[in-house]
């Protein structure tokens, strides 16, 4: 039962990820069914399985939060299709980088070592 719902997470990922652009949708949906497909031969008891569906469960998270499809509306101007599952960060890492940072007393950033 879990390979039928981790199959199911992965295309409504595919769907919400991908919506209205029937190619790579469709080209998504025949990856994931041939990925199930070229496994569903194995007997439950292989030690395989469970790994494959934590990995189906973690790409279907991943596809839902952080794939962004954009549009091209102008030479350099794109509208990004953003949803309610897609992740948005506060960009706090973005702010600091390249800087050495120091936490606390006496600990120091990797650089200041």
């Given at each position: 039962?879990?390979?039928?719902?981790?199959?199911?997470?992965?295309?409504?990922?595919?769907?919400?990820?991908?919506?209205?652009?029937m190619?790579?949708?469709s080209a998504a949906k025949d990856?994931i069914r041939?990925?199930?497909?070229?496994?569903?031969?194995?007997?439950?008891?292989?030690?395989?399985?469970q790994?494959a569906?934590?990995?189906?469960e973690?790409?279907?998270?991943?596809?839902?939060?952080?794939?962004?499809?954009?549009?091209k509306?102008?030479?350099d101007t794109?509208?990004l299709?953003?949803?309610?599952?897609?992740?948005?960060?506060?960009?706090?890492?973005?702010?600091?980088?390249?800087?050495?940072?120091?936490?606390?007393s006496?600990?120091?950033?990797?650089?200041e070592?």
């Amino acid at each position: 039962m879990a390979a039928v719902q981790a199959y199911r997470n992965l295309l409504r990922a595919a769907r919400i990820a991908f919506e209205g652009d029937m190619v790579v949708l469709s080209a998504a949906k025949d990856s994931i069914r041939a990925g199930f497909r070229d496994k569903a031969s194995l007997p439950a008891s292989d030690p395989s399985i469970q790994p494959a569906l934590a990995h189906a469960e973690e790409i279907a998270s991943f596809l839902k939060a952080n794939v962004v499809q954009g549009k091209k509306i102008a030479d350099d101007t794109f509208k990004l299709r953003i949803h309610q599952h897609t992740e948005r960060g506060d960009n706090e890492s973005i702010k600091f980088a390249g800087k050495n940072v120091s936490i606390g007393s006496g600990v120091k950033c990797c650089s200041e070592r």
